[in-house]
Every structure is written in structure tokens, then in C-alpha cells.
């Protein structure tokens, strides 16, 4: 336990949450979709139970670094493009992200909600089925960030499960707030598309920087909530 009396070793920490928490906020907007379309009562148990499978996943990952490392090496090859495990993982990730999110928006525009909901296709077993397919995409791209950053496997638990809990703590919030507004379900889901599209290409070798995907959702979000404030003055104003 040496290590956590040196400074280098809280900063990386701190860098490692924060990034985790970061990666994450996709994860929980697709969470959030999918346990909205639950009963009430069972929309907090696919919430906290997807988010603990994440947990696990990314922990039992973390344990199998050397396996981990071994995906990224080609097993196909096709003249000069090489595709390697991790590749194909994230190409059937974005390429599922893809279908998901328009069938969801189709639904939403075409007003296919109510019909759909009652289904039984929309069980709690499905709605996991789901998120945890995401999930192993998306911690995926948590390890091998985590593994880019540093190379304690105890500092990335440790990072990865304060990362979790933090989420687990505000996915209500974000689930209730993306449930309760249309366009910020259509904005969600808008996001899960540019994110898929970044998955699609990640896979295929075309590297998009973070930074930007991330740097278009929140300015997007922005806009939106000025838009929010507007309309909802505008209805005072009518109103009064």
C-alpha cells in the first residue's frame, strides 16, 4: 500500500475517475432508454442491475489484462486491413447502437410508444439481454482507456468501481430527466447514433478523438436546455 503515499499515484487516480465517469455517461443514457421503456417498478432494478454487470465486467476484465492486450492483435486480414477482436467488437457494437437508437426514434416520431410498451417483448429479462451487450462494448473502451493511463491493476478497480457508484447514484436523476423530456429523448438517442457511428469507425481503424464526440453532445445538451428555458418562459409569458 506504499504506492497511495505517493502524489503521482492520487492524481492518477483522480484522472482515471474522472475519465471513467466520462466514458460512462453514454452508458447511462442508453440505460436510462431502455429501463424507461420498464414498469415503473422494475425501471430501478434494470438500472442498478445494469450498472452492476458493468461493474463486474469491467473488473473481471481488468483481471485478464494479458487477454485483454491479446485482442488487439489481427485475426483477419484482408491485404493490407487487419482486423483484430477488439475491432470486430466494436464495429457489432456501433452497428447495433445504430439499429437500436433509429428503431427507437422511429418509434418515438412515428408514435409507436404506447403500443410498443405493452408488448411483453419489452420484459426485464430483454431490457438486461440489452444492456449488457452494450455493456461489454462500452467496457471495452473503459479498459483499454484505464490501461492507456496507467498500469495498476488496483488503482483501476478502484477508479472503475468509484466511477460505477457515482453513476449508480445519479442514474435515476438523468433517467427521470431524459424520460420526462421528448426532445431530450430524441437529443439521447441522436447521441447514441454519433457514438455508434464512433464505434463503427474506431473499428475500422479511422481513430475520431474523444474529444470532440463528446465536446458536439454537451454543446448540443446546451442548446437544448436553452431551448427548454425558452419554451418554458414563453409558456409563463402565455399563460400569465
Known sequence: MEIFLQPDTWIALLTLTFMEIVLGIDNIIFIS????????????????GGLSIALIMRI?????ITWII???EP???????ELSWKDIILVA???????KSTLEIHQKVEGHEETTE??????????????????????FDSILTAIGLTDLVLLMIIAITIAIIVMMIFAKAVS??????????????????LIGVM????GLHYHVPKGYIYFSVFFSLAIEMLNMRFRRKKKETAEA
Not at 457494437?93 to 439499429?99: A, Q, R, W
Open 33 to 48: 432508454i431502455v429501463a424507461g421503456r420498464l414498469p415503473k417498478d422494475q425501471q430501478k432494478k434494470a438500472r442498478i
Open 60 to 64: 473481471l476484465l481488468l483481471l485478464s
Open 70 to 72: 491479446g485482442l488487439t
Open 199 to 202: 464505434l463503427l469507425v474506431e
Open 75 to 81: 485475426v483477419l486480414e484482408y491485404m493490407e486491413f
Open 176 to 193: 427521470d430527466f431524459v424520460n420526462k423530456h421528448p426532445t431530450i429523448q430524441i437529443l439521447a438517442l441522436s447521441f447514441l447514433i
Open 93 to 99: 457494437g456501433g452497428i447495433f447502437l445504430l439499429v
Open 118 to 139: 405493452v408488448k411483453s417483448v419489452n420484459s426485464f429479462g430483454y431490457a438486461i439481454l440489452q444492456i449488457v451487450m452494450l455493456d461489454l462494448v462500452f467496457s
